[in-house]
């Protein structure tokens, strides 16, 4: 391995964020889910939360992925429940995005994205499911001044996503890791063995 190559793999496991992540919940579509976790992997995200209980996980080209998919976690569920009983153990505000013209939504630049925050997409047709909007704590839009109604789903994680980005890098949180010492390390060496 080149000293290059090193101190970017370094680089990355400073940056990772610990306490922010996404929930994809019957994504369907490879092409999809891999520019999802490219994102993802972008951003600085650690860890990606599945829930596929209609569909099977798609199998995740390289092409789309640009291999990100091996820099990030997967967890997989079986239903929403038990994903959102997860992040609540850790204390997650958890949020998702579905059309609706509910007074309660929020636009997505009015939500804090810098502490511990889960933000949940649903799958391409029917969008999130009745539990995710029952248990989630808040639904938020991408607003939106044109004909159409929504983006395709991997831009609108790349849009929230990057929304967080600048929100946590004006807090300071690509700065110094949410991980200590040793979990840096665990995954320096995880990451090197790749």
Not at 48 to 68: D, E
Not at 82 to 101: A, G, N, Q
Not at 112 to 127: D, I
Request: a positive charge.
């Amino acid at each position: 391995m080149t000293d290059k190559r090193f101190k970017k793999i370094q680089e990355v496991v400073s940056q990772r964020q610990k306490y922010f992540t996404i929930v994809l919940e019957n994504i369907h579509d490879p092409h999809n889910v891999g520019a999802i976790l490219r994102s993802a992997d972008a951003v600085g995200i650690d860890t990606v939360y599945l829930v596929y209980n209609t569909c099977k996980f798609p199998k995740v080209g390289r092409v789309s992925s640009a291999s990100a998919d091996k820099w990030i976690e997967l967890k997989k569920f079986k239903n929403v429940q038990e994903c959102f009983k997860e992040l609540r153990k850790e204390k997650y505000k958890i949020y998702s995005t579905y059309i609706s013209d509910s007074k309660k939504n929020c636009s997505l630049f009015e939500l804090n994205l810098t502490g511990k925050v889960a933000l949940v997409f649903g799958n391409e047709h029917e969008g999130v499911s009745d539990d995710v909007k029952n248990l989630a704590d808040r639904n938020f839009i991408v607003p939106m001044y044109g004909m159409v109604q929504s983006l395709n789903v991997s831009v609108t994680v790349a849009v929230c996503l990057y929304e967080a980005l600048r929100q946590r890098k004006l807090k300071g949180k690509y700065n110094k890791s949410g991980f200590n010492k040793s979990e840096q390390k665990e995954k320096l060496q995880h990451y090197l063995q790749k």
